[in-house]
């Protein structure tokens, strides 16, 4: 999977279906949405507007069941609305411009409350990757890319990796030279 560039910027509504209830997550700056992380697996509900969280709080009363298609969703919902191939890049890139990196965000004047959740997840990234060299980028994209514990079935990117590792053979200095 890549990138979503159009996703990173989108100001638009999502759209989305938790357990047969329609839901409707206005746009929202990503210092909201960071707010909300605490608790990925509730974004769908915590990020919708009024009237979707009601539909889905009554469904949650009335039939059960929403627990597990309202984490599926969510998780989604961040890969949707961030841009990024994997939900645990948004959550990753998103903690991180919120923990160590926020003062060189603040420095570079990347405010979270006046970009989407995509393009504070694209300036992390290109600050954490600025004058990098091809290998230490290729070390970042492996870390930031892996799934976390339990998440592998998910890790499903359609990447050859024999073809891979013949490719990454041809960069100079990182074969094995073997």
Request: charged share 20%.
């Amino acid at each position: 999977m890549t990138s979503d560039p159009y996703a990173m910027i989108s100001r638009t509504p999502v759209n989305l279906a938790v357990a047969g209830v329609r839901v409707e997550v206005p746009y929202a700056p990503a210092g909201a949405w960071m707010v909300e992380l605490r608790q990925p697996f509730t974004v769908a509900l915590t990020m919708s507007d009024t009237a979707s969280q009601d539909r889905l709080l009554d469904a949650m009363v009335e039939r059960g069941g929403v627990a597990g298609p309202l984490r599926t969703a969510s998780l989604d919902l961040l890969r949707q609305v961030s841009g990024r191939p994997f939900w645990w890049e948004t959550l990753r890139l998103a903690g991180l411009g919120a923990g160590d990196l926020l003062g060189e965000m603040t420095l570079r004047g990347v405010d979270p409350w006046s970009v989407s959740l995509g393009q504070w997840c694209s300036a992390v990234y290109a600050a954490c990757t600025r004058n990098a060299k091809l290998e230490d980028v290729l070390k970042f994209d492996a870390q930031l890319g892996f799934p976390p514990p339990g998440y592998e079935d998910e890790w499903d990117d359609g990447v050859d990796l024999d073809a891979t590792e013949a490719a990454m053979a041809n960069f100079a200095g990182l074969s094995n030279g073997g």
